[in-house]
């Protein structure tokens, strides 16, 4: 028997401004609602392949690099166009250190949180 990852938890200050981003991002939609917590995933529901996020809210700004963090690859268009269409989202490039010879984007979300736009394209789900 084994376990399967059904949702990420995100922390973060304003769960409607995050839920938006990740939805435009991600081709989400918002499921669910708790308090000021908001659910999103794929438009199929619970318990796809994907996981789905809850925006959870903090009272606390981030304050360090995530320990854990998402990455996202372009599937109907090639990394460049992309990395615009985030930019234009409210993405914005992130510093962890990178070389610069790196084959992927380091991004954060309008909150701070570091993800990567990687290069493979993969198909439309």
């Known amino acids: 028997m084994s376990c399967r990852l059904t949702e990420l938890v995100l922390g973060c200050r304003d769960p409607e401004a995050l839920a938006r981003f990740w939805c435009e991002v991600l081709g989400y ?19 796809g392949a994907a996981p ?9 700004e981030k ?42 984007h380091v991004l954060a979300d309008p909150e701070g949180n570091e993800f990567c736009l990687l290069r493979r394209r993969l ?3």
């Open 29 to 47: 939609v918002e499921l669910g609602r708790e308090g000021a917590d908001i659910e999103i995933g794929p438009a199929s529901g619970f318990g």
């Open 52 to 60: 789905t996020i809850v925006l959870a809210l903090v009272a606390e």
């Open 63 to 104: 304050t360090s690099p995530l320990r854990l963090h998402l990455d996202v690859n372009p599937v109907d268009r090639d990394q460049d166009a992309e990395l615009e269409r985030l930019l234009a989202l409210g993405a914005r490039p992130a510093d962890v250190g990178q070389t610069g010879e790196e084959s992927w």
């Open 123 to 125: 198909p439309e789900p």
